[in-house]
């Protein structure tokens, strides 16, 4: 079934005032168009998404780092395109934490050289009364600044349609949907538990997309055989949005001494969320499988597509959107280097591209999707370069193929140094 037309996508953008004046809503700016954004002759790195405009693509990803004002107004300080908040429902009183929450894999370069890191951690505990305060606090104090509410419910309409109309009176911009948490909670229908049920899915992004009045993202989770199922559900039933992907099912390791695994709750664990760098190749191939779906079957929608995995580097940030991402999120990188990542992120991000002469993020965006194909078409494509090259090998075939005019040219052609 085709979704009908939201009027959600139809928010005018914000446009960037390259005088140094920030944003033309006519309210004075806390932080003005980054100066790595509007230096002279350096690439702009400004991205408009969902009619949402941020002066860059690198957005806070929910979870810790968006988990109070305190934290997201320092993302907006720092200079973070935008922020998604850590997930929020109805009733925190039914989430529950626990400490240590977090495991990390490294590699064999020592003990700060972190590759994978695995969570156990739940959605927000804190009082959904607090924060919406709080979201309503920074969309006050940084009203040209993209804020995206994160929420998740259990399966339940009037649940859903409650926390939508409640996060939006905050001022929030857009919501993103936690289709994929794959831990907590699966017993209520949340998370993953709905993610994976391309019928659940639908039937509460119909709900959710009847009543929101801004852009939907939807979170994607990548513990299933085919993400562009669930995607298509969501598109089908009036997202905007997709973000991919959420963190892999994992468990960290086991102690060897105590035989016990990690992270470790007294004495005892439980399949957690993997991040970091080691899942950015599977990131990278989910969001190449999305991009090249929404290519192919709607091509005349505007469906952003927000990339998510190890993202530590500008460089990384470049092969999200090379795949097709619209933007870039961010959420273990700042819990191990810090908010401040996003400068160098930026610097990073703005060399590479110079180095192609790309002036904009749509000059490269998608790009690598034409490179991307199916293995029985690269024996094909070998095959027929083995028969070129044998076409046109160099040196003669016969000594009968010699020349008297061309004889020095004939022979430089054997040599092979």
Known sequence: MAAAVSMRGLVPALACDRRGGGFDRGIPTRIACSSENLADGAPDLSVSVNGLRLPNPFVIGSG????????????????????????????????????????????????????????????????????????????????????????????????????????????????EINF?????????KMGAAVGKDCDLLGEVCSWINAKATVPVWAKMTPNVTDITQPARTAIEAGCEGLSAINTITSIMGINLDTLRPEPCVEGYSTPGGYSSRAVRPIALAKVMAIAQMLKSEYPDRNISLSGIGGVESGDNAAEFILLGANTVQVCTGVMMYGYPLVKRLCKELQAFMAKHNFTSLDDFRGTSLQYMTTHTDLVQRQQEAIRSRRAARKGLASDKDWTGDGFVKETELMVSN
């Open 64 to 175: 810790p780092p968006g988990t109070n004002y305190t934290v997201m107004k320092k993302a907006f300080d720092e200079g973070w395109g935008a922020v998604i908040s850590k997930t929020l429902s109805l009733d925190s009183t039914k989430v529950i934490n626990v400490t240590p929450r977090y495991a990390r894999m490294r590699s064999g370069n020592g003990p700060k050289d972190v590759i994978g890191w695995e969570n156990i951690e739940l959605i927000s505990d804190r009082p959904f009364e607090t924060m919406l305060a709080e979201l309503r606090r920074l969309k006050q104090e940084y009203p040209d600044r993209i804020l995206i509410g994160s929420i998740m419910e259990e399966y339940d309409k009037d649940a859903w349609e409650e926390i939508i109309e409640r996060v939006e009176a905050t001022g929030v911009d857009a919501l």
């Open 180 to 188: 994929s948490c794959p831990h907590g909670m699966p017993e209520r």
